[in-house]
Every structure is written in structure tokens, then in C-alpha cells.
């Protein structure tokens, strides 16, 4: 088994910007890696779990249930309640987008119900947003449209009781 090498703590800056690089390249794991490198040493350390929040959730393409959940984890350790609300959103919209491109029973129900989650987190960043950040309304803007332009495929759960099989 390896070692890890830990980074120094006056590093932590320049390693997060490269983990911001790596996000952008559509290196995730990377991203991912450096946040947990950061976080070995600074367990609190902010940057590093929205960057991991984020890095988590571009990779829920491949592992939807597992990697969304990470990423919900470590948003709910941002202790900037915009930031957190704003990241969970991002989370749910990601989630939502993979649900709706697979093609298992009930994923367009799934794409549903994590849009609306999406959503509702965004309406909290609204309210919580700087002055002048106007993310949280583009994201929930993009749910809407989402939704809006699919009405045949994301429908509303109906109230029908579920029959429950034997």
C-alpha cells in the first residue's frame, strides 16, 4: 500500500485552482483528489468541499446513486448557507439530467422529482444570493425549461396508489 504526500498548507490555494482547472478540463477525479489531498489536512476548508461537491457530482453520469450522495454529503458541510443551497441545486439538476437520459423504468419520474428538488434549492440561493449573482436564477431558469420542453416525458407523479406486488 501507498503513502499518501501531504500538501502543505500554504500549497492549499494553488492545488485548488489546479482542481478548478481539472473540473473544467472534465478531469473529475482529478478535481476530486486534490479536494481529498486538501482535506486530509483542513477537513473544514471550504474551497475544497465546493470544488469536491462539484467534482462529485460531474460524475454522476457513471455512478448516479453513489456519486450524488457523495456529493450531497459534502455540500452539507458548506457552512455558507447561499453556497450550500446554490451547490445542492447543481447536485439535483446533474442528477435530474442523468435520470432523464436513461432509459430504466421510472427515470423520467426520477428526472421529475430531482428537477423539483433542484429547484427548490435554487429559490433558497435566490434569497440568499450576493447582490449581483444571478447563477441560482439561470439554473432554476434552465430546470424550468427543462421541464417546460419536455411535458410528455417529465410528468407530475399522478395520484394514483401504488399497487404493491407480491
Sequence with gaps: ??????????????VLDRADRYRLLNESVEAECICLDVLASDPDNQRALYILALALSDQTERRPVVKSMEAHEVAARLTDEFERSYVLGIICERRAKTDMRRSSFGSNQNAYEWFLDAMEHFESAIALAPNGNYGAVLRWNTCARILNSNPHTLQPPENEPQQMLE
Design 1 to 14: 500500500m501507498f503513502e499518501l504526500k501531504p500538501i502543505p498548507r500554504d500549497a492549499f490555494s494553488m
